[in-house]
């Protein structure tokens, strides 16, 4: 089980948050979207960035 420690609400009405332990470092950002269409012509826009991290992983 991973325990993150959380940030408050940010700018953008997301919050961050990061898990660290001596072998691990996980930044966590989540993103609140008033709809699905937001969420996937963002996610659209950002599919090539996706794709070049999974690649990298």
């Known amino acids: 089980m991973l325990f ?4 408050s609400e940010g ?7 990061i898990f660290e332990d001596k072998n ?6 989540c993103k ?3 709809d699905f269409n937001s969420l996937y012509q963002q996610l659209k826009n ?6 070049m ?3 990298v992983f």
Request: proline share 0%; aromatic share 14%; hydrophobic share 40%.
């Open 24 to 29: 691990h470092k996980i930044v966590l950002q």
């Open 32 to 34: 609140r979207y008033s």
């Open 11 to 17: 700018t953008d009405g997301g919050i961050d948050a």
């Open 4 to 7: 993150f420690n959380s940030f």
């Open 46 to 51: 950002l599919e090539f960035h996706i794709l």
């Open 53 to 55: 991290l999974c690649k």
